[in-house]
């Protein structure tokens, strides 16, 4: 298994996850939302074609309220 | 009255932004900002709670792009670094959309802008070909450095976010005003209606404000309020406002014709 840390929490993943499987599995349907992984921008037309490695360290937001 | 608002090289009909913290929930947000007449509107970027029900709406669903230009902001973000990235992630989120309000906050305890990460920040956000809408400190040397940098527009505190304590430095409000060549929008402090009524007749361009309208005890009636506001404040700067008569009074009424 590969560990990695999302939004600050570690996780385990099988080898070869790719992040698009990753975000499948979160509360995001049909909602707009973002992803970084180490610092760079995975833009939404590449979810389905990066795939994760150890250590890899990912940042998936939303839209809240705010000023 | 056709006089639009210009913010880069789009026109917007209202001069009052909002955001969209601090409200009860979701509906009261949304009937606020339906009523405040507001066509922008700013949101923060923050992590998805994994947790979360996947049920749950999400703010977007009841404000969505196709009416309202949103405007992600940088609020918390302490250094150039993290504002970059976050701006980066809104545009990501929005489908590559440029416009975007920068705040780089100094200190927790007052929320004041870190001027000098601001404008590492603005640079680099500009280089990048975001359209920068930029909080930051009434001191005219700076906004009209971050004018300089390209940005949108700046938008100066009246005084501390979320304070409520109205427009504390209008002399360099004006300042600011009299040399700027971009938009320039106070954002921060406004705590009623009068405050964004005097904003607006110094010359302000538009007024952004979240507090004042989400923390009143009504906040769609200040919501109301505060369109008005607006709106009667940029009349006034429009009409031209008469003289002030410290000591020479001036009757409305003929002095010819009194009966007797």
Redesign the interface.
Same mark, same amino acid.
């Given at each position: 298994m590969l560990l990695i840390q999302v939004n600050g929490e570690s996780r385990q993943v099988p080898p070869g996850t790719k992040v698009a499987q990753l975000i499948a599995a979160m509360p995001l349907a049909g909602k707009r939302f973002a992803v970084e992984r180490n610092g760079e921008i995975v833009p939404k037309s590449r979810l389905d074609s990066v795939i994760l490695v150890d250590q890899d360290r990912l940042e998936i937001v939303i839209a809240v309220g705010g000023g | 009255m056709n006089d639009p608002l210009v913010i880069a090289g789009k026109s917007y009909a209202s001069r009052l932004l909002v955001? +969209?913290?601090?409200?009860r929930d979701?509906a009261e +947000?949304k009937a606020a900002v339906e009523t405040s007449g507001a066509e922008i509107i700013?949101? &923060?970027?923050?992590?998805? *709670?994994?947790g979360?029900?996947?049920?749950?709406p999400?703010?977007?669903?009841f404000l969505p792009?196709s009416r309202y230009t949103?405007l992600? *902001?940088t609020?918390g973000c302490h250094s150039a670094v993290e504002a970059v990235?976050t701006l980066?992630? &809104?545009r990501?989120?929005?489908d590559g959309h440029a416009l975007v309000k920068l705040e780089v906050l100094a200190d927790d305890q007052t929320l004041f802008p870190n001027m000098p990460e601001t404008l590492v920040a603005a640079r680099e956000l500009v280089a990048d070909g975001f359209q920068v809408m930029v909080y930051c400190s009434d001191d005219p040397i700076q906004a009209k450095a971050l004018e300089e940098i390209g940005c949108a527009a700046v938008m100066p505190l009246a005084s501390l976010?979320?304070s409520g304590m109205g427009i504390l430095n209008p002399w360099n409000l004006e300042i600011i005003l009299d040399r700027a060549r971009v938009p320039v929008l106070v954002d &921060?402090g406004i705590g009623t209606a009068s405050d964004a009524a005097i904003a607006m007749e110094l010359g302000c361009d538009g007024v952004?404000? *979240? +507090?004042g309208i989400a923390k009143a005890k009504n906040p769609v009636l200040m919501a109301s309020a505060m369109k008005k506001a607006v709106e009667a404040g940029r009349e006034a700067f429009l009409a031209g406002r008469m003289p002030k008569k410290i000591y020479q009074a001036s009757a409305s009424s003929p002095s010819e014709g009194k009966i007797g």
């Open positions: - | 955001g +969209t913290g601090k409200y979701f +947000t700013t949101v &923060a970027i923050r992590r998805v *709670n994994i979360q029900n996947a049920g749950e999400s703010l977007l669903e792009t949103i992600p *902001n609020a990235r980066r992630l &809104a990501e989120l929005l976010i979320g &921060a952004l404000m *979240n +507090t």
